[in-house]
């Protein structure tokens, strides 16, 4: 049992510190990013959307931090869900799989941590 909490421990925190570092890097460009090669109207939606980035930038270094101090976890979770679904969806439609690798291990993170909070979900599910 312990060593079921000391590996919950370190992929929440793993989670936090990715989703920080993957933020400040949006901010300082200190590691190269790319969001890989997209069709057009992709390409329109993200041009459409990049004012509120920054916001959303900020938002992803709050909920890291809250990861990394273990606040509300089990909520944060929950609203990370959804979000990193059509992460790893728009990465994935995008054609270029090499590039939805932080998609991909946000996704397995967040769906893993999921799964040894479960027990604290149950009481959402009863009706």
């Known amino acids: 049992m312990k060593n079921n909490q000391l590996i919950k421990t370190w992929l929440r925190i793993l989670?936090?510190?990715f989703l920080?570092?993957?933020a400040l890097n949006q901010y300082f460009h200190f590691m190269p990013t790319s969001y890989g090669v997209m069709p057009d109207n992709t390409r329109d939606f993200i041009d459409?959307?990049?004012i509120y980035l920054p916001i959303l930038y900020f938002f992803e270094v709050?909920?890291?931090l809250l990861f990394v101090f273990n606040k509300w976890t089990?909520?944060?979770l929950l609203v990370l869900f959804p979000l990193s679904v059509a992460f790893l969806i728009f990465s994935i439609s995008n054609q270029d799989l090499s590039d939805a690798w932080p998609a991909l291990l946000v996704a397995i993170l967040n769906f893993t941590l999921v799964l040894f909070?479960?027990?604290k979900y149950k009481p959402l599910?009863?009706?």
């Open 48 to 50: 459409a959307i990049v």
């Open 74 to 76: 089990p909520f944060l």
């Open 125 to 127: 599910f009863k009706s």
């Open 62 to 64: 709050v909920l890291g």
């Open 117 to 119: 909070e479960k027990e």
């Open 15 to 17: 989670l936090g510190l």
């Open 20 to 22: 920080i570092v993957y």
